[in-house]
């Protein structure tokens, strides 16, 4: 991992018309004669319901989620670019973006970063959430961190997800969470690291180790990654595990393991939605 990181159109409304007045009934002896019996329930009117407003009710209802894969295909390729600096908060810059790590037989970052995003979108899709991803390829370069932070602001995400893999040592292994620490806003507050704690449970109870070289019991508390501190909606990033790691490289390699990586993250957003 190096560093952090689309609007529906509202509904058309009906316009407010006004009834038009009631004319004056005719004559009793005029009037056609109504029926004594009772009305079936089945037969009887019904108002028709009000399709913007069931829209409207529904699309505000809708969670969005905010995946962020990190860094892209063709980083190494713009090193002018991914190197300029960019504000990363709490007064700092950072280079734009960066080219990620690999296993050690070079499977790249950047490629399963993007892999699993897909998988997680889609199985949150079926559930009915908005996905919006902060990159639709692998072979581009960026977006800046500062980018990709504005992407969830601009959505008004309820949860932004990045999504990332370690280059330590071999001998070092499991995944943690990171969040912003000290918070520069509510959403970074309580609500970040509720969304890394369900995040965390989720991982750990698919069966995947915590870290045992950074953070505490799976959670990162860090004040220098940008997509964290410009966030200004509940955000979180997910080192997946350490790709130089010969146990934990094979497993990202391998499409299955990628799917329980996914099934793990999606597990752990519709938790945390569900908890709102």
């Known amino acids: 991992m190096m560093a952090v990181g689309a609007c529906s159109n509202a509904p058309e409304t009906s316009p407010n018309g006004h009834a038009d007045r009631p004319s004056s ?70 280079p734009c973006n960066t080219t990620g790590t690999a296993t050690n037989d070079g499977y790249p970052e950047h490629a399963f970063t993007f892999d699993v995003a897909k998988r997680v979108r889609r199985l ?32 008004r995400a309820d949860a932004v997800v990045s999504i990332h893999a370690d280059g330590a040592e071999g001998t070092a292994r499991g995944f943690h969470i ?29 069966g995947f180790p915590l870290s045992t070289y950074l953070g505490s019991d799976g959670l990162a508390p860090r004040d220098d990654l940008a997509g964290l501190n410009l966030s200004k909606r509940p955000v979180v990033l997910v080192e997946c595990g350490n790709m130089r790691n010969p146990q934990e490289a094979a497993t990202m390699k391998q499409a299955a393991g990628r799917q329980k990586y996914a099934d793990a993250i999606a597990d752990g957003v519709l938790r945390y939605l569900g908890a709102r």
């Open 25 to 94: 009934p005719p004559p009793a002896s005029s009037r056609p004669a109504q029926s004594t019996r009772p009305v079936p329930p089945s037969a009887a009117p019904t108002q028709p319901p009000n399709s913007a407003s069931a829209t409207a009710t529904t699309q505000a209802k809708k969670a969005v989620v905010v995946l962020d894969p990190g860094h892209n295909g063709r980083n190494a390729a713009a090193p002018e670019e991914i190197n300029r600096h960019v504000p990363a908060g709490r007064g700092r810059t950072k």
């Open 124 to 155: 949150l899709r079926q559930q009915g959430i908005e996905v919006v991803m902060t990159r639709q390829s692998d072979d581009g370069v960026g977006p800046c961190v500062d980018r990709r932070a504005d992407i969830g602001n601009r959505t």
């Open 178 to 206: 990171a969040y912003s620490s000290p918070p520069l806003n509510a959403a970074q507050g309580k609500p970040s690291v509720r969304l890394a704690r369900t995040l965390r449970d989720a991982l750990r109870d698919a």
